[in-house]
């Protein structure tokens, strides 16, 4: 479909997301998935994918951080020209904020994710990085 086809990080937490990989396929996106940050960040680094879609949550006992996204996103910022799309749950929403007025979070969906809406951020990008 596109060639060379653009690399997808998806960082998976929660079941639906693990659904969604047959749709950045379709896209046309080659899809590396990672369920660990730790993991994530390592393959961030190793193949400074275009886009990141990566699952978001905060818990009030983490003691030096909001979220569980914190060192990855940190990882990214580096890399300007990755897209950043995070999934959260609306409860979460406030914890997201506090994160985004620090790091830069391109795009946020609420989950469930709605198919429509992803595809659209996704496509627009790839429209973006072929001009």
Known sequence: M?????????????????????????????????????KAIATLRKTQPDVIVADFYSQPDFRDR??????????????PQVKILVLYEPPNQSALERVRSRLRIDAALTMPVKEAELMAVLQDWLAAAHH
């Open 66 to 79: 909001v979220s569980n996204l914190e060192s990855l996103l940190a990882a990214a910022q580096a890399m």
């Open 2 to 38: 596109h060639s060379p086809s653009k690399k997808l990080l998806a960082v998976v937490e929660f079941l639906e997301h693990a659904k969604l990989s047959s749709r950045y396929q379709q896209l046309g996106y080659s899809v590396s998935t990672e369920c660990q940050v730790r």
